[in-house]
């Protein structure tokens, strides 16, 4: 579920970037491009998340 809303919030913020982007460089908006952002950006924070960025419990 948690993978699910880490896509879920990385399109919308992707697609905000992609909009901010476009409208400044006075182009068209592209999903597509949005949607393979949100891709990256799911894969990035959930092998961060996931493996990476694991806590030690060392005591």
Request: zero cysteines; proline letters at 0%.
């Amino acid at each position: 579920m948690r993978f699910l809303w880490t896509f879920i919030w990385s399109l919308l913020l992707s697609s905000a970037v992609v909009y901010v982007i476009s409208n400044m460089a006075t182009v068209d908006f592209s999903f597509n491009a949005a949607l393979f952002l949100a891709v990256v950006f799911t894969i990035i924070v959930s092998v961060l998340g996931e493996g990476i960025l694991k806590e030690d419990d060392v005591h």
